[in-house]
C-alpha cells in the first residue's frame, strides 16, 4: 500500500537471515512518514501523573545505560490474507512475511521511569498513574487527524526483564526513517502497533489509553461478530500475540523440481514464551516430523536459553522431505507454555482479520517427468 506505505518482503528472502536486515524488515504506518530533522532540539517529553515533568534530550538518553534486545517485532494482521478467504475482513493484506527480527538498541524505559521518580517494578505512581502511554509524532485520520498513540502497565514498563526500550538503533545502525528515527518504543512479546514510533511524548494515566488503535481497532472478536454487532468495550486491547509459524520456503501452489523439498520457515511465540518444537507434516496432517532448529552453524543463531534476550526473538526451521505427488504441506508450533496453533482458521476468524495463527498450509506437486522425444 502506497498510502500509508505499508510492506513486507518475500517470504522466502525473509529468512535468508537470523536477523532481518533493515531493508527487508516489515513496515507498517497509519499516515505519512514524518521527518524529525533537527536531533539537537528534538525532545521526548515525559508528564502525565507525576510529580516531576521532564524533557529529554538524545544527549541524555545516550547516557544511560544501553541495552541491547533482539526480539521480533509482528504485526497483529500478519497472514491476514489467509484469514480473508474464509470470509472477508477488513485491513490490509498480509502475506505471511509481516514481522521481522533485529537487535535494538537503546535505553530501557525502567531507568527512564526512574528519573521522574517511579521506582522499578512499581504498578502505581503516586498520583495514580497505571498506565504508560506513548505518544507519537506521526499525525493519522483514524485519530481525527491527532497523533498515533498506545499504552503499557506500569507494571510492565518498570520490570526490568520485560526489556522494553526507547530504541535509537536497529541491527547496530541509528533508526532509519521508515522505523522511527530518532526514538521509538521497543515493547518485545506484543504485537507491534504497541511499539509506537517517532516518539515525542510519554505520558503516565490512570486507564489504558483512550486512542483509536488500542479502543477500537487490534481487538479480538469471536466468530460471531461482525460490523452489524460489534461492541468495542466488549473486548481489551490486543497485547501479547499468540504461538506462530509459517513456511517461506514454499510458495502456494510450488512445483518441486527436485527429489528433495525443503521446507523452512519460522516459529515466534509472544509473552516471553520461547519455541519448544515446530511439527511438520507432508500428508495433509496424518502423520507428524519435528523440524530442525537452524544452529549456529548455519545462521547467527541463539538458542532461547542461552541470551536473555532471546527469547523475544523467533527461531527458524528446516526440514527435507522426498517430494509429494501433490499434497498439502502444513507447519505447527508449540511454545514453551504448551500452546498450540489452532488448525482451522474458521475457529479464529474474526472482523478485523487479527492473529491469523491457524496451521499452515501450502499446496506442493512433483513436476511432470521430461519425456524425451525420439524425433
Request: hydrophobic residues 40%; contains cysteine; charged residues 25%.
Amino acid at each position: 500500500m502506497q498510502e500509508p506505505f505499508n510492506a513486507e518482503p518475500p517470504r522466502q528472502a525473509l529468512i535468508s537471515s537470523y536477523i532481518t536486515p533493515v531493508d527487508y524488515f516489515y513496515k507498517r504506518n497509519h499516515g505519512p512518514i514524518p521527518i524529525v530533522d533537527d536531533i539537537e532540539r528534538y525532545r521526548v517529553s515525559i508528564g502525565g501523573l507525576l510529580e516531576k515533568h521532564v524533557e529529554l534530550s538524545m544527549d541524555e538518553l545516550w547516557k544511560l545505560p544501553k541495552y541491547h534486545v533482539t526480539a521480533t517485532l509482528q504485526c497483529a494482521g500478519n497472514r491476514r490474507t489467509a484469514m480473508s478467504k474464509a470470509r472477508t475482513v477488513k485491513g490490509v493484506g498480509w502475506d505471511v512475511s509481516a514481522l521481522g527480527n533485529a537487535t535494538w538498541g537503546g535505553a530501557k524505559l525502567a531507568d527512564v521511569l526512574e528519573l521522574v521518580g517511579i521506582p522499578k517494578l512499581s504498578a502505581i505512581s503516586s498520583l495514580g498513574g497505571k498506565h504508560v502511554e506513548f505518544i507519537s509524532v506521526d499525525k493519522c485520520k483514524e485519530e481525527n487527524g491527532g497523533p498515533y498513540k498506545a499504552s503499557i502497565p506500569l507494571r510492565q514498563a518498570t520490570n526490568p526483564d520485560s526489556d522494553v526500550l526507547l530504541a535509537y538503533e536497529m541491527n547496530g545502525e541509528v533508526l532509519n526513517r521508515d522505523h522511527g528515527y530518532p526514538l521509538r518504543v521497543i515493547v518485545p512479546g506484543v504485537i507491534g502497533a504497541r511499539s509506537v514510533k517517532w516518539l515525542d511524548r510519554i505520558d503516565l494515566i490512570e486507564e489504558e489509553c483512550q486512542g483509536f488503535f488500542m479502543q477500537k481497532d487490534y481487538k479480538m472478536f469471536p466468530p460471531s461478530v461482525n460490523w452489524d454487532n460489534i461492541n468495542w468495550s466488549s473486548r481489551k486491547p490486543q497485547m501479547d500475540f499468540p504461538v506462530q509459524c509459517a513456511i517461506c520456503s514454499l510458495e502456494d501452489v510450488d512445483v518441486a523440481s527436485q527429489e528433495r523439498v525443503t521446507v523452512a520457515g519460522y516459529a515466534v511465540s509472544g509473552g516471553g514464551r520461547g519455541i519448544e518444537r515446530v511439527d511438520i507434516s507432508v500428508d495433509g496432517g496424518k502423520t507428524w516430523v519435528e523440524a530442525e532448529r537452524c544452529q549456529k552453524k548455519d545462521l547467527p543463531y541463539v538458542a532461547s536459553d542461552e541470551l536473555h534476550s532471546d527469547k523475544w526473538a523467533w527461531v527458524l526451521f528446516k526440514a527435507v522431505f522426498d517430494a509429494p505427488e501433490h499434497i498439502e504441506i502444513i507447519a505447527k508450533a508449540v511454545d514453551t507454555a504448551a500452546n498450540v496453533q489452532p488448525e482451522s482458521v474458521e475457529t479464529i476468524w474474526n472482523l478485523r482479520g487479527i492473529l491469523n495463527t491457524s496451521w499452515h498450509r501450502v499446496r506442493v506437486q512433483k513436476a511432470s517427468p521430461v519425456v524425451k522425444s525420439n524425433l
